[in-house]
């Protein structure tokens, strides 16, 4: 399976951005992840097949994610980002046999 994201890009602090993440395959488990500079990747949201969703702390009141499973198809909505969201953002999918596929990226920037 082969993961894609895209919609990253340059927003002012307070903007919005929405990332997408389109796979080739239908995947059981599907996320977001970020890593900053220095720092390491770790989760932003989560969403499984059924539905199941689940969020870094404190990222659930400006994120949604969502997925849409007849386009394979993946959605990261930020609200009122801020400086501190600034981060590489890669999709990630694990089928249920626990095999792990990443996408390549986007670059995301909160800046004035």
């Known amino acids: 399976v082969q993961l894609q994201a895209s919609g990253g890009g340059l927003v002012q602090p307070g903007g919005s951005l929405r990332l997408s993440c389109a796979a080739s395959?239908?995947?059981?488990?599907m996320g977001w992840y970020r890593q900053a500079p220095g720092n390491q990747r770790g989760l932003v949201a989560s969403?499984?097949?059924?539905?199941?969703?689940d969020y870094a702390d404190s990222l659930e009141d400006r994120f949604t994610i969502s997925r849409d499973n007849r386009k394979n198809a993946l959605y990261l909505q930020m609200n009122s980002l801020k400086p501190e969201d600034t981060a590489v953002y890669y999709c990630k999918g694990r089928s249920r046999q626990g095999d792990v596929y990443w996408g390549q990226g986007t670059q995301v920037t909160v800046s004035s």
């Open positions: 395959g239908r995947i059981y488990f």
């Open positions: 969403v499984t097949s059924g539905g199941t969703t």
